[in-house]
């Protein structure tokens, strides 16, 4: 069945450390791929999304995610995180291009002073 | 940027009843809307397709006479929740689609706590 997973429910890390956010699809072709942000009380905000071109894609607040083929992959990335990067992260794809998105299970990220 | 708006944000009723929720896009038109459900720490899930102008399409699971879908405009697409029931109980999660952009724009969504 396809699918997208997201293999860590809960992440920690400090202020100012690195972070990368891991993000697995299964599908036949490659989808249209997105990451989104939601903070407590707020919509869903899109981070950064790849349809095609580079496979390293940027986006708003500093993040970027990386396309592999490969491996099926869409990993998030920030080289140094904020305290107010705490916030659930979701992956998503839309394997038909039509609109209707797939969500992962959510990665809820934590961020110690 | 893009706005989509949800009301109300939260709503609680009593077993049986029902209850409707609005999803509008403040500032752009949007011939398509999509409807989602988030349960407590879990991930959203699609529950239908909203076209203006034509009947809604629903995912497969979704009651379409539990959950009406009204998009009687390009700026409002309704979610009607009839006889609600404890288990109708979740968060509700509206995004509609820019028209030019075709990007896909949250709404804040609306916590429904039926009783």
């Known amino acids: 069945a396809q699918s997208v997973t997201q293999p860590d429910i809960h992440i920690t890390v400090s202020e100012g450390a690195s972070l990368e956010l891991r993000c697995n699809y299964s599908?036949?072709?490659?989808?249209?791929l997105f990451w989104y942000v939601q903070s407590p009380g707020q919509g869903l905000q899109l981070l950064l999304k790849y349809f095609s071109g580079d496979t390293l894609v940027q986006g708003i607040k500093g993040f970027e995610a990386e396309f592999k083929r490969s491996q099926s992959s869409f990993n998030l990335r920030k080289p140094s995180v904020h305290w107010s990067d705490a916030a659930e992260y979701f992956c998503?794809?839309?394997?038909?291009?039509?609109?209707?998105?797939?969500f992962g299970q959510g990665t809820e990220l934590s961020v110690k002073p | 940027g893009a706005v989509v708006s949800q009301h109300p944000s939260w709503v609680i009723c009593k077993s049986g009843t029902s209850v409707k929720i609005e999803c509008r896009s403040l500032?752009?038109?949007?011939?398509?809307m999509f409807w989602y459900r988030q349960f407590p720490k879990q991930s959203l899930m699609l529950m239908a397709t909203s076209n203006e102008g034509s009947k809604a399409t629903y995912e497969q699971g979704v009651e379409k006479d539990k959950f009406l879908i009204n998009h009687a405009s390009l700026t409002l697409s309704t979610l009607t929740v009839t006889s609600a029931h404890p288990e109708d109980s979740s968060f509700y999660i509206c995004?509609?689609?820019?028209?030019?952009?075709?990007?896909?724009?949250f709404g804040p969504g609306t916590r429904l706590t039926v009783l």
């Open positions: 995004s509609a689609v820019h028209g030019t952009s075709n990007e896909q724009f």
């Open positions: 500032d752009f038109q949007a011939t398509t």
């Open positions: 599908y036949g072709a490659t989808p249209y």
């Open positions: 998503a794809v839309d394997d038909n291009q039509g609109g209707k998105l797939i």
